[in-house]
């Protein structure tokens, strides 16, 4: 299976990246990012809340792979948006990660009242050439429509929430039948399946741990996953799907396990995540 896709900019953007949520500002992120990209990951997904981009930045700038062979994913983060400072935080998110561009950069959450005008100031990053692509993350189907009425460009990527234990099938199929990719975020549900009796059962019939399983059920849909981890051998485990595939029945099994269970936020928890 090809590690890579087409995004609707004709861009290819690698199924697998490392996530770093949680990682300090210091050697755990920039070690975290080496680790990975020695292991063969392209593609890094931070945020300007995560408070780790100077880490980031330090890891790619020693990590021995060209920047044009990597993929750097940022996020404007909510407080900008309702200060209507997005091209200011734009702006030192490429100073702390010393980077002159990143490849794509996500509207971190749909806050009410302000993401349509947040969407127009990206499409003024987009057009300055410092992002080659934008997008969205957290939008359900009516944010998407929103974002319709007002603009003709489509976004590349619409990052949620997704793993067997919350898969909002209607907004995928959505994204897909729009051409907006969908990246999966917490993919290994922070580990809340990794136990569970069928992801076992999968592992064992595999050879697999079971977050290989939940990572290669999201590929095989054409859904990027970015899982996070801090630990060398886990980041390496975590990386290696791609070289086994699951059969359409266990697939199907799989697709039955959702219980809408979000192991972050929802867009209706927004007022708790105004700071
Ligand atoms: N756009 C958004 O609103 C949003 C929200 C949440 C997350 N994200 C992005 O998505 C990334 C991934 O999500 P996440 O970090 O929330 O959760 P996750 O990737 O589902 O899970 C990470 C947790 O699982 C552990 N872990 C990793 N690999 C493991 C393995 N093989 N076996 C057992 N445990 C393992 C990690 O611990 P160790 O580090 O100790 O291994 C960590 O505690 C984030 O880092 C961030 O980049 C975006």
Redesign the pocket.
Known sequence: MKNTIFLNTDREMPLL???????TNGSEAEN?VVTAIRAGYRLI???SV?KNEESVGRGIARCGVPRKDLFI?A?VWNTAQRMGDVQGAFSRTLERMNLDYVDLY?I??PVPGCYLHTWKELEKILDSGKALAIGV??FEIRHLEELQKISDIVPAVN???C?PLCYPKDLIDYCQSMGIQVQ?????????Y?DHDVMCILGTKYAR????VGLRWAVQKGIS???????P???V??GAIFDFSIQQEDMDIMDTLNEDFH???VPEDLRGIMF
Request: charged share 15%; aromatic share 8%.
């Open positions: 990246g490392l996530g770093v949520y949680k990682m975290a997904d931070t945020a995560y994913i996020k996500l971190h959450w993350s957290n990052q949620i929430e793993h999966a975020y917490a993919p290994l549900a922070r580990g809340a990794l741990t079971p977050a290989q996953v970015i899982p996070k981890s801090s630990r051998e886990r980041i485990s975590n192991s972050s936020h």
